[in-house]
């Protein structure tokens, strides 16, 4: 038996995986086998989740199969991972070669795969344009938000509601279902009180927005993207925290006073609580451009039971997409063989959605982001602005459709006064309205035909214009 | 005593698995008990004369081994 040597701060915990456990006694049995092999320090086994965690000196690595050899007569064998895989990294040095290990490179195969299909599915469906041919208007009926709330659902609303879904999902699944009469009900049943939720808050305050009138849509709109930041740094905690990345897991998100209590996951009666229920009212805040499209039109409704069935069904049609996700999540999470792959793709998809999200925002405030990058190695779509007659004026002609805005790119004179001539042809959603905070406040919504938006650029410099939620823009540059 | 007249037959207890046998023989060899023989079959442990002693030894491994408690049957 070899002598223990004291632990110490900076030793290593290794986790592995081991088959034949099935008693306390074993348990037992694997700590003290274990516990003779020289240079490990302490090893704890745990039934509930086969697992065995080894505590050994910095710089030393379990040997596996020294450590079965030992645990061989009793009839049990460890791996480092529930699918049998070597423990060795992704690509990794040995003997002066480069290698990869096999079981990582098709299983991050597969994710990478089913990561970019979503991704360019996403991406497609953002750009296609769907959304104008599903336009709200001051005269649409619920079913027409209906529609519009199915686009919105399976586009820009899948990358914010959807993230925050996907992220909830691991918890809601580990809270709600992993219990030993788990059954499918229970496994769906936050996804349940989540829309709930969203129905009765849309449809509330739809109809209270309607009553209130138009005085507080600029107030709306101003916070958005404040709001919209708040929950992408969110969004990418989570999104971290599903991919294991160690730093993030530390960190836990703590709601204030007896909400916290109802939301909390970890707590044991939490079966009983109604997190999800108050989440999915809270969801109406997560500002996705089509849902703030949809009530800034609903306001125009006029009375509250009109503007309530008008988001109810906008609502409604997002849960319809929104629902495919909480079924992949139920589905995928509850099986042991798919629910690691869910998770990595899921966090991959919850960080894109997140870094998705942010970089509108920072191009909605005008703040250096990853379109900067992309535009500096796109094809130039520069266009200089006319100058007219006495050079008194420039003018800036440009076209807004459902797709974005053409061209992207503009060189001004400062001083000059400019005048710039947005010819709508179709723009809905997001880019149903243009900011420019450098130039002008707030947005100036654009009417079907030449709208005109006037200003003078007073100093030399690249400034951001974006349609209202950021989605879609480019840089007006004046010399 | 058993009927060699060399050892004594104690009913043993709280065994339900091989882990629980490999268990228990783990601790008694640590203790220097090795010799005792532990018959899974008939749940008895048959402790020989020299050891007939150390009895409360037999039973400080066995509870160092888990929930395990033993009775004199012969």
């Known amino acids: ?479 | 005593m058993d009927n060699q007249t060399e050892s004594t037959t104690y009913k043993i207890s709280g065994i339900h698995c091989n882990a629980c046998v490999a268990l228990i023989n783990m601790e008694l060899e640590e203790a220097g008990l090795g010799v005792i023989t532990l018959n899974t079959e008939k749940q008895t442990l048959l402790v020989p004369q020299a050891l007939s002693d150390q009895i409360q030894d037999i039973r400080k491994a066995l509870a160092k081994a888990g929930e395990y408690s033993i009775q004199q049957i012969s």
């Not at chain 1, 969203?198 to 993207?225: D, E, K, N, Y």
């Not at chain 1, 109802?262 to 849902?291: K, Q, R």
């Open chain 1, 1 to 479: 038996m070899s002598k223990k040597s004291k632990q110490n701060p900076g030793d290593i915990r290794s986790v592995l995986y081991v088959e034949g456990m099935y008693c306390a006694a074993c348990e037992i049995l694997i700590k003290k086998t274990l516990e003779k092999v020289e240079g490990i320090i302490s090893v704890k086994a745990s039934i509930s989740d086969s697992r065995v965690t080894i505590t050994h000196h910095k710089g030393t690595s379990p040997d596996l199969k020294i450590l079965n050899a030992h645990l061989k007569d009793h009839g049990y064998t460890l791996q480092w991972s529930k699918d049998g895989d070597s423990g060795k990294p992704l690509i990794y040095f040995e003997n002066g070669s480069l290698l990869y290990n096999p079981e990582k490179m098709r299983s991050f195969s597969i994710n990478f795969g089913i990561v970019a299909l979503l991704v360019i599915g996403f991406y497609l469906l953002t750009e296609s344009g769907l959304a104008a041919r599903v336009m709200v208007t001051t005269e649409a009926g619920p079913f027409v938000y209906l529609l519009f709330g199915l686009v919105a659902g399976a586009s820009t609303c899948a990358a914010l509601v959807g993230g925050v879904i996907l992220s909830l999902s691991k918890s809601w699944n580990k809270t709600y279902a992993n219990t030993s009469d788990h059954n499918a009900f229970k496994s769906l049943l936050p996804h349940g009180m989540f829309y709930a939720g969203r129905l009765v808050s849309f449809a509330f305050a739809g109809g209270v927005l309607a009553l209130v009138g138009a005085s507080i849509t600029s107030t709306v709109t101003a916070v958005a993207p404040v709001i919209t930041i708040l929950v992408a740094g969110v969004m990418l905690l989570l999104g971290l925290q599903m991919l294991n990345v160690s730093w993030a897991t530390k960190l836990t998100i703590a709601l204030p006073g007896s909400l916290g209590n109802n939301v909390s996951d970890s707590s044991e009666s939490s079966h009983s609580t109604f997190g999800p229920l108050y989440i999915g009212a809270a969801s109406l805040l997560l500002p996705c451009g089509m849902t703030l499209t949809a009530f800034i039109t609903s306001i125009s409704s006029g009375d509250f039971v009109s503007g309530a069935l008008n988001m109810f069904a906008f609502a409604f049609g997002t849960m319809i997409a929104l629902s495919f996700i909480s079924l992949a999540s139920v589905g995928f999470g509850s099986q042991k063989a798919w629910s690691g792959r869910f998770n990595a793709v899921a966090g991959v998809m919850v960080v894109f959605f997140a870094l998705f999200t942010l970089n509108s925002q920072l191009d909605a405030l005008g703040l250096p982001s990853m379109s900067d990058v992309a535009r500096a190695f796109s094809p130039s779509t520069q266009t200089s602005a006319t100058v007219l007659g006495d050079q008194s004026v420039q003018v800036m002609n440009m076209e807004a459709s459902a797709y974005g805005y053409v061209p992207t790119s503009f060189t001004v004179k400062s001083g000059v006064p400019v005048r710039w001539e947005i010819n709508n042809m179709g723009a809905s959603g997001c880019t149903g309205a243009v900011i420019a905070r450098d130039f002008f406040n707030g947005q100036v919504t654009l009417k079907p035909g030449v709208n005109v938006i006037e200003f003078t650029p007073q100093k030399p410099g690249t400034y951001k214009f974006s349609c209202w939620m950021g989605m879609v823009g480019g840089v007006i540059k004046v010399t």
